[in-house]
C-alpha cells in the first residue's frame, strides 16, 4: 500500500472541538486522555522501507529523512505496520518543528499513539498491541496516557500536561478507532481594540466585515497585534458594518483602519512573534475602555 496524503486525510481520526461537559455525554467512563504535542499529524509507514506522510502535501519517503531518524525508527519499531503519529522536534514548540521539518534536521522525531488496521478494536487492546510493537527511544516514542475514571481525574490530567509544557489534551474513549476524540487545549483570553477590517471577498463583495485587525494600548499608542476572524454570529458581523464607515480614518490596499472605539474579548492558545495563535472572537465589550486592553499573558 502507497503511503499518499490523500490516503492520511481519509484514514485519520480527526479529533472535535466541543465542551468537555458536552463530549463527556457521548460515551461511558473511562476515558484515555493524552498529552497533546505540537507538530504535525502524520502516519508512519514501517515496512521494507520506511515513509512518513501528513494529510496536505508532504510526503517523506525514506532516502530524504534524516538517517538518525530512521535508525530510531528501526531500533523502536518491531512491528511492521501503519502507526498514526505526531511529527514533531525535539526542541518542543510548533515553529522550531516547521523550521526542522523544512530543513529534514536531526532534531526531529516521532510520539507515536495509535495503529491502523485494528479499526474496530478497543483503544485498551489497541495500547496493548502498542507496547509490545514499539520500544521507545530517544526520538521515537509512545504517547503516554491516563486512564480516567471521572472528570475530575480529566481535569487533574490535563493540568498536568499543561504544566509540563503540552499545549493540552486528547480524550479518548475506550472504543474503536473512530470513536469521537475531544481536543482540549490550554487557552488564555485578553480584551483587544478593534483598528481595522481585512478587505476579504465577504467584505468587497457583501460589505460583510470578517477579519478583523486587533491590538493593544501600549506607551500611548494603539499598536496591532494581528488578525482574529472566527467567533462572531452573522448578526453580529451585519451589526459591526454599520460602524465600519463611522470609524474609518484611512486605508490601504489591505485594511480599512477604523478610530479605535470597538474592543473584542479574544480567546486564543498562545502569543507568538506574528501576533495570537488560534484566535477566537468571544465576544463584544462595550464595557471597557480601549485605553485598558494593554496586555498579553
Not at 44 to 70: C, F, G, M, W
Not at 137 to 146: A, F
Not at 246 to 253: G, Y
Not at 263 to 287: A, S
Request: net charge positive; glycine share 4%; charged share 30%.
Amino acid at each position: 500500500m502507497e503511503l499518499t496524503n490523500s490516503l492520511v486525510a481519509k484514514t485519520v481520526n480527526k479529533p472535535i472541538d466541543e465542551p468537555l461537559k458536552r463530549y463527556l455525554r457521548r460515551y461511558p467512563f473511562p476515558f484515555f486522555v493524552e498529552p497533546k504535542y505540537d507538530g504535525e499529524r502524520a502516519l508512519l509507514q514501517v515496512s521494507d522501507t520506511i515513509t512518513i506522510a501528513n494529510k496536505h502535501k508532504t510526503v517523506y519517503p525514506e532516502r530524504i529523512l534524516p538517517k538518525s531518524l530512521i535508525l530510531a525508527i528501526r531500533k523502536a519499531v518491531y512491528k511492521e505496520g501503519l502507526y498514526d503519529a505526531e511529527f514533531y522536534s525535539l526542541k518542543g514548540n510548533l515553529y522550531e518543528f516547521l523550521s526542522a521539518r523544512a530543513r529534514l534536521s536531526e532534531d526531529l522525531a516521532l510520539a507515536i499513539f495509535d495503529i491502523i488496521g485494528y479499526t474496530y478494536t478497543p483503544l485498551f487492546e489497541r495500547k496493548q498491541i502498542l507496547k509490545k510493537a514499539i520500544k521507545s527511544n530517544e526520538r521515537i516514542h509512545l504517547v503516554p496516557y491516563t486512564i480516567c475514571h471521572n472528570s475530575l481525574q480529566i481535569i487533574k490530567a490535563f493540568n498536568k500536561a499543561v504544566s509540563e509544557g503540552f499545549e493540552g489534551v486528547i480524550i479518548k474513549p475506550d472504543r474503536g478507532y473512530y470513536a469521537e476524540w475531544l481536543k482540549l487545549k490550554e487557552r488564555h483570553t485578553i480584551d483587544m481594540v478593534v483598528l481595522g477590517v481585512k478587505k476579504t471577498d465577504s467584505w468587497r463583495k457583501e460589505r460583510l466585515p470578517y477579519t478583523f485587525l486587533v491590538g493593544i494600548y501600549e506607551n500611548g499608542y494603539f499598536n496591532p497585534i494581528g488578525d482574529v476572524s472566527s467567533g462572531l454570529t452573522l448578526t453580529e458581523r451585519e451589526a459591526l458594518a454599520t460602524y465600519v464607515p463611522e470609524l474609518r480614518q484611512k486605508e490601504d490596499s489591505e485594511y480599512i483602519f477604523l478610530k479605535p472605539e470597538l474592543v473584542f474579548e479574544v480567546e486564543y492558545h498562545q502569543k507568538t512573534e506574528n501576533g495570537l495563535r488560534e484566535p477566537k472572537i468571544k465576544r463584544i465589550r462595550f464595557d471597557k475602555a480601549p485605553t485598558e486592553c494593554n496586555k498579553i499573558v
